[in-house]
């Protein structure tokens, strides 16, 4: 049980003791204590009054001399206005080193604690284009929540469901069979989710001049966007292939090989998986079939042109629209029916869909409507919304090609981390082989922290230079605090997992400090957990790898003459820097023993 549940327990019987009612547990709050007050653990006692019938001072005094009689490792206590400061005997948190400094992963939860599967689904991109730097803070955002919700004892699905079918697809197959002129990734030299995103572009700006020539005849805009024969063309396509006409699904799937090919590789290189892939073009019908139901039931309506349509004005929404008049499926649709099987095959706890915040109205209806097609379970799916990524230089738009390619970033953040570590000396003494490898993983840091620190509900701006500096809140400096731990280690020539080290009988305040940080990350774990917000991990590393190089400046480690010291403060750093390592590979980052 930890320090917080314990005295929580103690402190409720404390209560019943003196004042001879039992408290609410919710009325028992912690803080950390502040870093100028003695102390490392604070109760709030104002919550606590109406009970004691005393004044804030009397009933701090009360609890804390019950307190420290009852508990051994309650050490001392003072009281600031009303707030009740509690001092941790340093046996507590020796003890505590002992018994988990040498277990991998401390924090984690051994065993999963949850039958039924948490399904979370990221990625999710297009086939006709490549992943951006917004398909990146979906990607890492979501491998991470995945890898915290596991290590706090989740049963997680990963899956990627890949939107392969519609008329922004039918747009790249159209250009490529219009000019494309039988180019393919072979013999164009180019990743296959690159070809067809350049014939996607190319769409765009032959379908605005055929628009600009219409409306010079004196057509209306709305008139000529409908009008315009690349875009006739282009639905004529997607009527054939919902129809499966031979020649259009043999050129979607000779396409759509070339995306997926040029995906895996950017996946592989960003470090993300999947448990499960699936395809909207495998889950649309069922999506079909349920709107057909809802028909039937009389919970959807039918206009005019053979259009489906949910009303949702009852419920402060519009109508909205499910079946196009000639019968083609919208994502709603889609949804639909991805929801109803994913629920009725794994039976999940939670769906999370990973989806920017500009999708938030969606998420709200595909809910309402599924609770009106009679699926009460529809309440957990959870939209996981987080901000759009924005550029120095304005926003992406991929019709337009102004979008920040995944790769070509990547690439970037390697040149930068390559010229940023030469110029540092950092990689010196590495080979080359071996310095390419660590530039690549001092990078894919860079990169994944700046993006992960920040709370994926709020929009974020992304600097790549800012986001690879060895003093500052980033994942390289991170990275090289734990290199500098192993190093440390290595120095020394002790074998900890063998070595017998006698405790001090009391702790330097520093090493306090450290264990205090360290003891955080099963909370911060948990906590992260319950909001899907990874950003408490990342910032919890950085405070540790900060507070561990503080540590580092003022207390000697293999320069400390005694041997015993010598050797506790090694297992100290092991213990920081193994946390270290834990809590980063929760963002899915890396960490080098050397640097």
Not at 442 to 451: D, E, G, N, P
Request: glycine share 6%; net charge negative; hydrophobic share 40%.
């Amino acid at each position: 049980m930890s320090l917080e549940k314990t005295l929580k327990v103690h402190i409720m019987s404390a209560i019943e003791v003196l004042y001879g009612q039992k408290p609410d547990e919710k009325l028992i709050n912690f803080q950390k204590t502040r870093k100028e007050i003695a102390g490392d653990l604070t109760l709030v006692t104002f919550p606590l009054l109406k009970i004691s019938k005393k004044n804030p001072q009397q009933t701090a005094e009360e609890i804390g001399a019950y307190l420290q009689d009852k508990i051994e490792d309650i050490s001392g206590f003072n009281i600031i206005k009303g707030f009740l400061n509690l001092e941790i005997s340093d046996s507590y948190w020796i003890n505590f080193m002992k018994d988990n400094a040498l277990k991998h992963n401390f924090a984690y939860k051994a065993k999963k604690i949850h039958s039924h599967p948490v399904l979370i689904e990221y990625s999710s991109p297009n086939t006709n284009k490549p992943l951006h730097l917004g398909h990146i803070r979906n990607n890492l955002l979501g491998y991470s929540v995945a890898r915290i919700l596991e290590a706090a004892g989740h049963n997680v699905v990963k899956t990627n469901l890949i939107n392969d079918r519609g008329i922004h697809i039918c747009k790249s197959m159209l250009a490529w069979l219009r000019w494309g002129e039988g180019e393919t990734p072979e013999s164009s030299g180019m990743k296959g989710d690159h070809l067809i995103g350049k014939y996607y572009v190319l769409f765009d700006k032959k379908y605005k001049e055929e628009i600009a020539g219409l409306m010079a005849t004196g057509k209306s805009e709305d008139d000529a966007k409908n009008e315009a024969p690349l875009i006739v063309e282009a639905r004529a396509m997607l009527r054939k292939w919902e129809a499966k006409d031979p020649e259009v699904i043999a050129l979607w799937e000779k396409l759509n090989k070339w995306t997926y090919d040029g995906f895996d590789i950017t996946y592989k290189r960003l470090g993300v998986s999947f448990d499960m892939v699936q395809y909207e073009s495998q889950t649309y019908l069922g999506g079909k079939s349920l709107v057909e139901k809802g028909l039937e039931k009389g919970v959807l309506f039918r206009k005019e042109d053979g259009s489906v349509w949910a009303d949702l004005t009852d419920e402060g929404l519009d109508e909205k629209l499910l079946l196009r008049s000639d019968g083609t499926s919208v994502y709603m649709t889609q949804d639909l029916g991805t929801a109803a099987e994913r629920y009725e095959s794994m039976q999940p706890e939670k769906m999370i869909y990973v989806v920017g915040n500009e999708q938030n109205y969606h998420f709200d209806v595909l809910k309402r409507v599924l609770k009106k097609l009679g699926m009460d379970w529809a309440d957990i799916i959870y939209h996981l919304s987080y901000g759009m990524v924005e550029l120095p230089h304005g926003k992406m738009k991929s019709r337009e090609g102004t979008v920040v390619d995944a790769d070509d970033l990547m690439d970037e953040m390697y040149a930068t981390a390559r010229k940023t570590g030469e110029e540092l000396g950092k990689m010196k003494d590495h080979e080359s082989e071996e310095a390419q490898k660590l530039y690549e993983m001092v990078s894919m840091a860079a990169l994944k922290y700046f993006i992960l620190k920040v709370d994926p509900k709020k929009k974020m701006m992304f600097i790549p230079e800012e986001s690879i500096d060895f003093n500052g809140n980033t994942g390289p400096f991170i990275q090289y605090t734990y290199a500098r731990i192993q190093s440390l280690k290595r120095k020394s020539g002790i074998d900890l997992m063998h070595a017998e080290i006698n405790s001090p009988d009391s702790l330097l305040s520093k090493e306090k400090e450290i264990l205090k940080q360290v003891y955080e990350l099963p909370e911060i774990l948990e906590a992260a957990a319950i909001s899907f917000s990874p950003a408490l991990i990342a910032n919890y590393s950085y405070e540790l790898a900060k507070g561990f190089n503080q540590f580092y400046q003022e207390v000697p480690i293999n320069k400390e003459e005694d041997e015993n010291k010598r050797a506790f403060r090694l297992l100290l750093a092991h213990f920081a820097g193994d946390s270290l390592r834990s809590a980063m590979n929760l963002l899915g980052i890396e960490m080098p023993e050397k640097m």
